[in-house]
């Protein structure tokens, strides 16, 4: 019944591994989206796919690599990982329309010595 | 300046008072305006959308919005410990995909 999935819920890792979230949405929506949760709390988006098309690529390294293989599904796979990769990260959903509100999944807390 | 400033906090109100939480934007094109709940590990819950000016109520919660000031705030009447969150405020200028931009929240603390 979960609206907004995501695997795994916690990664610790070591530096320079390479790693991958995935997140998975039954709502039906065509918007999906990728957030980072500093230790700090700010949330930040990095990406954004409208029916497996990248429509938002914020300022974010070329280590990480969004994928959707179809528009339920948003994967994030991170390259070289660093000490400063360490934070939460959250999908979410959205449906038509700019007002639309956007469903976060769980998040992915992501540890990395 | 940030695009999206909220009250540092953290704010601290004893149970059954009003609190009230403020956020400000730069984009004077911006056109929705969020309010979500965090709770401690837990992710976002929206609990509050405006889109036009004025004052918008939901239960206990009351949200205004003063395109003018580039302002919005959250008014949590006869607060309750299950209150105790960090609030953010999250603006979308108009993009049809939603873009949203958070602020760094506001942790509120309800005592009984």
């Known amino acids: 019944d979960t609206a907004v999935s995501q695997t795994p819920k916690y990664l610790v890792t070591q530096m320079g591994n390479d790693k991958s979230i995935k997140c998975e949405q039954n709502l039906g929506h065509d918007t999906m989206y990728w957030y980072k949760q500093d230790s700090k709390k700010f949330l930040k988006i990095m990406f954004s796919?409208?029916?497996?098309?990248?429509?938002i690529n914020e300022t974010v390294p070329n280590r990480f690599s969004p994928k959707s293989p179809d528009k339920a599904h948003l994967n994030l796979h991170i390259n070289s990982l660093e000490l400063g990769d360490s934070a939460v990260y959250f999908c979410?959903?959205?449906?038509?329309?700019?007002?639309?509100?956007?469903?976060f999944g769980p998040g992915t807390r992501l540890l990395v010595l | 300046q940030k695009e999206v400033e909220q009250n540092s906090g953290p704010l601290s109100v004893p149970e059954g008072a009003i609190a009230s939480l403020n956020c400000t934007y730069s984009d004077r094109v911006s056109q929705s305006f969020f309010w979500y709940r965090q709770y401690s590990g837990k992710s976002p819950e929206l609990i509050m959308s405006?889109?036009?000016?004025g004052d918008k109520e939901d239960g206990r919660f009351t949200a205004q919005l003063n395109k003018a000031s580039q302002y919005v705030s959250l008014l949590i009447r006869d607060s309750q410990p299950s209150d105790s969150a960090t609030y953010l405020c999250a603006v979308n200028v108009g993009t049809s995909y939603g873009k949203l931009t958070f602020g760094q929240g506001t942790i509120l603390t309800v005592h009984p």
């Open positions: 979410a959903s959205r449906g038509q329309g700019a007002g639309e509100t956007q469903y």
């Open positions: 796919y409208n029916n497996k098309e990248l429509i």
């Open positions: 405006i889109y036009s000016n």
